[in-house]
Nanobody
Framework: QVQLVESGGGLVQAGGSLRLACAASGRYFSRYTMGWFRRAPGKEREFVSARTWSDDSTYYADSVKGRFTISRDNAKSTVYLQMNSLKPEDTAVYYC?????????????????WGQGTQVTVSS
């Protein structure tokens, strides 16, 4: 069983940066694909980024490519999302998720464990 706790959200001006962290408890963190999703007000949850466990492949939504970077520290059982050049449309609750597989890393249904979310607000 994996429990996930996100941190690092907050209020930032457009063009600024934030780094989200997701700390995992439980065993075998290194064998989970880790993903970030977000849900903006009035919108459905959407994929942001993922990093697989087997070959360390990374995936990004087109809307964040070049601005966001996902990384993981298996020794600390933590995955990070570095967010640069933030835009007001990045405002959302950001969720960390863990999947025991490697396939379909961009699909929410792949993930079996979810955090509670952290709010990111980008002001214009």
């Amino acid at each position: 069983q994996v429990q996930l706790v996100e941190s690092g959200g907050g209020l930032v001006q457009a063009g600024g940066s934030l780094r989200l962290a997701c700390a995992a408890s439980g065993r075998y963190f290194s064998r989970y694909t880790m993903g970030w999703f977000r849900r903006a007000p009035g919108k459905e949850r959407e994929f942001v980024s993922a990093r697989t466990w087997s070959d360390d492949s990374t995936y990004y939504a087109d809307s964040v490519k070049g601005r966001f970077t996902i990384s993981r520290d298996n020794a600390k059982s933590t995955v990070y999302l570095q967010m640069n050049s933030l835009k007001p449309e990045d405002t959302a609750v950001y969720y960390c998720a863990a999947s025991p597989g490697n396939d379909y890393a961009t699909q929410a249904m792949t993930y079996s464990h979810w955090g509670q979310g952290t709010q990111v607000t980008v002001s214009s």
